[in-house]
């Protein structure tokens, strides 16, 4: 069974620089597996960041890019602001009706 | 802009049935496949199940098949799933999602099932 990996957690300082990564349990992650990006607060249902590795979807920040780092996905914050603590998630497309989701990062902007 | 309305959550015992229902507008809703996700108290997003379009393919996670069933009513604009023989660990957030290529575009804002006796 396919394993999508992320950081469970990562550290920020205002008005940093952040790159969280995706990862496959066995096996590099190009942008064949069209990995997207989803931004969770608590209580509140997911919002969609970034698809096909690098589109940001519409009303993104574009202090928020993805891009393939080494064999993983990332998504990088760049100018990271208070707002911006909240999970993470990604979802690698391994196929018709056969997207995974990563375990989420919880981000924390201090 | 696309909007999707979830409902038909609530509490079932162990062993149960519920449909879920998700309405959508804003968008022509036949021409996109549509999915479930689903966030367990605490835990993160897991894929639950997807269908075509036209409702002619449909796609499940492994922990739900047999048990679980997508459908859709393109007339009504109302995706559905139905949901029997509940187990506590199916206790979870249900969301709906529209889906584009490779990728979950829209969301609802959920609706929670809670499995317990």
């Known amino acids: 069974q396919t394993v999508v990996t992320q950081e469970p957690s990562f550290s920020v300082s205002p008005g940093g620089t952040v790159t969280l990564t995706c990862g496959l349990s066995?096996?590099?992650?190009?942008?064949?597996?069209?990995p997207s990006w989803y931004q969770q607060t608590p209580g509140q249902a997911p919002r969609t960041l970034i698809y096909?590795?690098?589109t940001r979807s519409s009303g993104v920040p574009d202090r928020f890019s993805g891009s393939i780092l080494g064999d993983k996905a990332a998504l990088t914050i760049t100018g990271a602001q208070a707002e911006d603590e909240c999970d993470y998630y990604c979802?690698?497309?391994?196929?018709?009706?056969?997207?995974?989701f990563g375990g989420g990062t919880k981000l924390t902007v201090l | 802009e696309a909007q999707l309305v979830e409902s038909g959550g609530g509490l079932v015992q162990p062993g149960g049935s519920l449909r879920l229902s998700c309405e959508a507008s804003g968008f022509t809703f036949s021409s996109y496949p549509m999915s479930w996700v689903r966030q367990a108290p605490g835990k993160g997003l897991a894929f639950v199940s997807s269908?075509?379009?036209?409702?002619?393919?449909?796609y499940y996670a492994d922990s739900v098949k047999g048990r679980f069933t997508i459908s859709r009513d393109n007339s009504k604009n109302t995706l559905y799933l139905q949901i029997n023989s509940l187990r506590v660990g199916d206790t979870a957030v249900y969301y709906c999602?529209?889906?584009?290529?490779?990728?979950?575009?829209?969301w609802g804002q959920g609706t929670l099932v809670t499995v317990s006796s």
């Open positions: 096909s590795t690098n």
């Open positions: 979802v690698l497309y391994l196929g018709p009706g056969n997207s995974v």
């Open positions: 269908i075509t379009s036209s409702g002619a393919d449909t």
């Open positions: 999602a529209r889906r584009l290529p490779y990728y979950f575009e829209s």
């Open positions: 066995s096996g590099s992650v190009s942008t064949t597996y069209y």
